[in-house]
């Protein structure tokens, strides 16, 4: 079975493909009639162990739109609670026979420990700190369908890299494709050894901004974090958070993105959020497009060979 657990399982020619594929689904999703009929009598599973607004509403939609059968898998009323681990509801439902199954969880590695298990193909929607593919993919079609291009853009990511599986999945795509990327955090919230990943690093949004075309905000994780690794709500607001002024440091057609979910006066100012550069809203647009054309890519390899040729 195929599986989609992390972008470095991606070649630059993948990418561009699922990319043209979600263009098209785009086109569907904006029409009055949306479905079409690729994935019908197909089962899919959404297993979220973490909470989600956009990532499991979209799949959800995703599923629906291509025809499959959707089920949402309520884990917080499920015998999760009593106990049962990872691997015992995962082959449970496994023997329900799915054909995909999308899992998020707390722990890096969920979504392949799975795929090693289950009969189906696996879609990783965020394992801990360590990657978020569809949410990458939704990010570069947006900046895509925004610049006609990937190649050669400055884009920035600013705040919490520490605990980003976004930022993570974001600089394996935005270098494989041949963006530059840089990042902006505190030393507190960047992990050790990030310049190995190919990115700039600086510490200070005045740097980070110059010459930017597209500047991506993260929300603080404070769930994640044990200890104050941020001075203040309101200090972190004042260096790293995206205001009017520091947002004219970048070119003057950045694009201004958030994964959601925003925690506003802290990373971001409501006002440019909801700015004219802000392109917050085409992601979450984005988001159903780009979960249609990887489930469709996994499950239906006649096209894929149709691509191919
Ligand atoms: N961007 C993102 O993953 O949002 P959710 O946590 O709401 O799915």
């Known amino acids: 079975h195929r599986h989609l657990l992390g972008i470095r399982d991606l070649s630059p020619q993948d990418i561009t493909l699922l990319l043209d594929r979600a263009d098209r689904a785009v086109a569907l ?3 009055p009639e949306k479905k ?16 989600s607004t956009r990532t499991q509403s979209s799949f959800e939609l995703a599923g629906k739109r291509l025809g499959a059968d959707v089920m949402n898998m309520a884990v917080a009323s499920s015998s999760v609670k009593k106990g049962e681990t990872l691997i015992d509801t995962a082959m449970t439902l496994n023997a329900m026979r799915p054909d995909i199954l999308i899992i998020r969880h707390a722990s890096a590695g969920a979504a392949a420990l799975l795929a090693q298990k289950v009969g189906c193909s696996v879609v990783n929607a965020g394992d801990g ?4 593919p569809t949410q990458a993919l939704l990010d570069a079609l ?42 902006v955090a505190p030393s507190t919230l960047l992990p050790a050894g990030i310049e190995r990943m190919g990115v700039e690093v600086s510490r200070t949004m005045a740097e980070g901004l110059k010459g930017a075309d597209v500047v991506m905000m993260l929300r603080l994780q404070r769930e994640r974090m044990a200890g104050a690794l941020v001075p203040s709500i309101r200090e972190y607001f004042r260096y790293f958070g995206l205001d009017a002024e520091k947002l004219r440091l970048a070119n003057d057609d950045a694009l201004v993105m958030h994964p959601g979910p925003m925690n506003r006066g802290v990373e971001i100012a409501s006002a440019i959020a909801d700015g004219p550069q802000s392109v917050i ?9 780009v979960r249609m054309a990887v489930m469709e890519a996994l499950l239906d390899p006649r096209r894929n060979e149709s691509e191919a040729r």
């Open 36 to 51: 079409s009929a690729t994935l019908r009598g197909r089962t899919q599973i959404n297993l979220f162990y973490e909470a």
């Open 142 to 183: 947006t900046i895509r369908r925004a610049k006609g291009r990937l190649e050669r853009l400055t884009v920035t990511i600013c705040g919490d890299i520490l605990h980003s599986r976004v930022a993570r999945s974001n600089i394996v795509l935005l270098n494989a494709v041949g963006a530059r990327v840089r990042v």
């Open 281 to 289: 809203e085409e992601q979450v647009e984005m988001g159903v497009a």
């Open 29 to 31: 999703s904006r029409q």
């Open 129 to 132: 700190a360590h990657e978020h």
